[in-house]
């Protein structure tokens, strides 16, 4: 029976640190909150002045980011000249006409499959139209 007592004791007090810390928590929350807004109006203010200092015009009048521009447009065409180069080799290799015969293959037993169901249902039509006549009829 002590036992008893002393278990709900502790879940007594175990309710009693559940409640403090969840007031605790909404204190810290808006703090955490107020701590968030700071943090992204910091790294919006960063973001904003780095694009400005790179976008700007220098003192000689060109922009700080124009070496990096240029460079990137020089790789872009060696490497669209490497795919272009390499590209031809492997279209020789693509198997066209195998692909080809395939796909008109499937073409065919697709039309195929459409007429034989097209047909069925047209025989279970006439079928069903001829019995409904018959049972008017009769």
Same mark, same amino acid.
């Given at each position: 029976?002590?036992?008893?007592?002393?278990?709900?004791? $502790?879940? /007594?007090?175990?309710?009693?640190?559940?409640? @403090?810390?969840?007031?605790?928590?909404? $204190? /810290?929350?808006?703090?955490d909150a107020q701590m968030d807004l700071v943090?992204?109006?910091?790294?919006?203010?960063? %973001?904003? %002045?780095?694009?400005?200092?790179?976008?700007? $015009? /220098?003192?000689?009048?060109? @922009?700080?980011?124009?070496?990096? =521009? $240029?460079?990137?447009?020089?790789?872009?065409?060696? /490497?669209?000249?490497? =795919? !272009?180069?390499?590209?031809?080799d492997a279209w020789e290799r693509v198997p066209?006409?195998?692909?080809?015969?395939? =796909?008109?293959?499937?073409?065919?037993?697709?039309?195929d499959a459409i007429d034989r169901a097209v047909?069925?249902?047209? @025989?279970? +039509? !006439?079928?069903? +139209?001829?019995?409904?006549?018959? @049972?008017?009829?009769?």
């Open positions: 029976m002590g036992e008893k007592h002393r278990g709900s004791a $502790r879940a /007594g007090a175990a309710a009693d640190v559940r409640a @403090r810390a969840r007031a605790a928590g909404t $204190r /810290g929350g808006a703090r943090t992204a109006a910091l790294i919006g203010l960063a %973001v904003g %002045v780095s694009a400005t200092l790179l976008l700007r $015009r /220098g003192p000689r009048g060109v @922009r700080p980011i124009a070496p990096v =521009v $240029r460079a990137a447009a020089r790789a872009g065409k060696r /490497g669209a000249r490497w =795919v !272009r180069d390499r590209g031809e066209r006409d195998e692909i080809s015969d395939q =796909v008109q293959d499937y073409a065919r037993s697709a039309r047909h069925s249902e047209l @025989r279970t +039509l !006439r079928r069903a +139209l001829r019995a409904q006549a018959r @049972r008017v009829a009769h």
